[in-house]
């Protein structure tokens, strides 16, 4: 078995980051009057998500680590929150993939914080 060269070999960090492009292109949808508030958040939350986790791979000690995949799974409970709420705004934009891909990395994270 070999060895993860980069954070980027990493498929948690693959998901994180194609769920990034799929929230950027779902809030693309949203009304421009979204643009400071649920737009920018989902954003946010997406993107904090692909950081942490490429963040933990560099650190050296596990309590390091794991307190960076915890900060991208609590970014991922903010996405799911929001999430929920903007499907109740705007219910005719689809937020299947997105939705898939964020149960997939908070699954992943999850073993990885069990352990």
Do not use: C
């Not at 498929?11 to 194609?18: G, N």
């Not at 950081?51 to 996405?79: M, P, V």
């Not at 929001?82 to 705004?89: A, F, P, R, T, W």
Request: proline residues 2%; glycine residues 6%; positive net charge.
């Amino acid at each position: 078995m070999s060895k993860t060269k980069s954070f980027k070999d990493l498929i948690v960090w693959q998901k994180a980051r194609d769920l990034a492009v799929i929230v950027y292109e779902l809030t693309e949808k949203f009304p421009r009057s979204e643009l400071y508030g649920l737009t920018s958040q989902m954003r946010r939350a997406a993107i904090s998500i692909s950081s942490n986790i490429a963040e933990s791979y560099h650190r050296f000690h596990s309590k390091e680590k794991n307190q960076f995949l915890a900060i991208a799974f609590g970014s991922g409970s903010e996405l799911e929150s929001q999430m929920e709420i903007s499907k109740v705004l705007f219910p005719h934009l689809n937020y299947k993939g997105a939705g898939e891909l964020l149960g997939d990395v908070m699954k992943i994270l999850n073993n990885f914080l069990s352990k």
